[in-house]
């Protein structure tokens, strides 16, 4: 048991705690999301993963995606 609780933090393992995001957003405007991660292996990223996001109607289509500006390569372990 002690050895797979160690391989469960070798290296990153970034987790979402929270996500949020206002209830509606009228045409042609900006959405704002705000999340909350944490790193809970032992390591940074070494190369640049993006941050993806994608907004999918009601049907489940894709009605929009982007990347966010962060740098994962810059969290070490802990809460960001």
Same mark, same amino acid.
């Given at each position: 048991? =002690?050895?797979?609780?160690?391989?469960? =933090?070798?290296?990153?393992?970034? *987790?979402?705690?929270?996500?949020?995001?206002?209830?509606?957003?009228?045409?042609?405007?900006?959405?704002? *999301?705000?999340?909350? !991660?944490?790193? =809970?292996? *032992?390591?940074?990223?070494?190369?640049? !993963?993006?941050?993806?996001? &994608?907004? &999918?109607?009601?049907?489940?289509? *894709?009605?929009?995606? !982007?990347?966010?500006?962060?740098?994962? &390569?810059? !969290?070490?372990?802990?809460?960001?």
């Amino acid at each position: 048991p =002690k050895f797979d609780a160690w391989l469960t =933090k070798l290296g990153y393992r970034f *987790v979402i705690s929270q996500l949020s995001h206002s209830d509606s957003v009228a045409a042609g405007a900006s959405l704002a *999301v705000t999340s909350s !991660w944490t790193n =809970k292996g *032992v390591a940074p990223v070494y190369h640049k !993963w993006p941050i993806a996001y &994608r907004l &999918r109607d009601s049907t489940g289509a *894709v009605a929009n995606q !982007w990347q966010s500006p962060l740098d994962l &390569r810059t !969290w070490l372990p802990g809460s960001y």
